[in-house]
DNA sequence: TTTATTTCTAAACGATTAGTTAGTTATTGA
DNA sequence: TCAATAACTAACTAATCGTTTAGAAATAAA
């Protein structure tokens, strides 16, 4: 007994993540929203709540298209070796036509930091324990000491917040080198 | 015969810059600027221009400060060894009271990345290859070959990079393990 | 002491921000 | 066909953004 939504959330929550992905939250204003989603401000509100709330749906969002890697690297068994192919892999991710745009939770964390608020903080801390709890899950193939695997793994989910800070800036042979480098030792 | 000055410019830049610091450049307003420098914002205009202007400033001053790190690095004749030094004394550098601010020339590129003014972006590329230019004077004292000397300023440079974003969100010890990780390799 | 010059305060500028709301349009069940 | 309901458009908040400006206050040379 009423109008039909002439939108689906899923979709326009994709083009906004575009949006933040590139620009960064407080750049991305909701007229921008608006234009990119195709979609009017009373939609956006209705459906999303506030800025934050399609900020935070756009989070989930990146997050699922992270998960194909990561679910990759889960099944391919290689240990370390899965964990470079993965930063390999995100590096493929993080640019396309030669436009580096980094890593959505790495450039937020970045952005906002402590300012963050509560919720979004709380995204980005699970998200960072998602992720290092697969390398660390790698590891385990490669006959570590618990205390290995959890040093270890501290030690990929740095580098990986590095490499995806620095993927937005260098180039990509510069970043392929950086690669190599962290995994070209004893 | 004219009102004399009733600031510094040096100081209220310094107050400035930790200002941009801690908060990044979009999210320091001129307000909080106005009250943070102390002085009105006519006064800042005649004096710097813009808030662009303003934070180019701010840019140069913290380079001055990261010189002295940079400094000592040059004068100890260490090679590898001293690179490692001084991830460590900007581990030391970035971080007040437990809070950590990062380095301000990552941050801002990672915050504006290309969206940067053109100014702002030159001003940042230069730093950065001084920066790079050191760690490669600090490598020709490890008796390299000049190819292995450039690859190798690459991969501190970008380290680097890595390291002051992550030093934003990760503890001093989780870093202090990053970095051993780093020179841990034959 | 007057006058020219500069810095100061404080109010205002127009543009833009996130968010709201009144009123219209479309859809569906009765 | 008509009333109820939800989604639409578009104008509108109030606050804040970076920047400008008019006028008062202070300084120093004449």
Redesign the pocket.
């Known amino acids: 007994?009423?109008?039909?939504?002439?939108?689906l959330e899923e979709e326009v929550i994709e083009k906004a993540m575009a949006l933040f992905w590139k620009n960064g939250y407080?750049t991305?204003?909701?007229?921008?929203?608006e234009k990119e989603m195709g979609?009017?401000?009373?939609?956006?509100?209705?459906?999303f709540?506030?800025?934050?709330?399609v900020f935070v749906e756009c989070l989930n969002c990146y997050k699922q298209k992270l998960n194909v890697l990561l679910e990759k690297l889960l099944v391919s068994d290689k240990g370390i070796e899965g964990i470079k192919e993965y930063f390999y892999d995100f590096l493929e991710f993080s640019r396309d036509e030669n436009s580096p745009k980094g890593c959505l939770i790495t450039n937020t964390a970045n952005e906002l930091g402590d300012n963050a608020e509560p919720e979004i903080k709380a995204v980005l801390l699970k998200f960072m324990n998602e992720v290092r709890a697969v390398f660390a899950e790698a590891l385990s193939k490669e006959g570590l000491s618990p205390d290995d695997i959890e040093s270890k793994a501290d030690y990929y989910i740095i580098s990986m917040f590095g490499l995806a800070s620095s993927s937005k800036i260098f180039t990509k042979d510069q970043i392929s080198t950086y690669i190599e480098s962290i995994f070209n030792k004893g």
Chains 1, 2 share one sequence.
């Open positions: 007994m009423a109008r039909k939504k002439e939108y407080e991305t204003s909701m007229q921008r929203l979609i009017n401000k009373f939609s956006i509100y209705s459906s709540g506030s800025k934050n709330g």
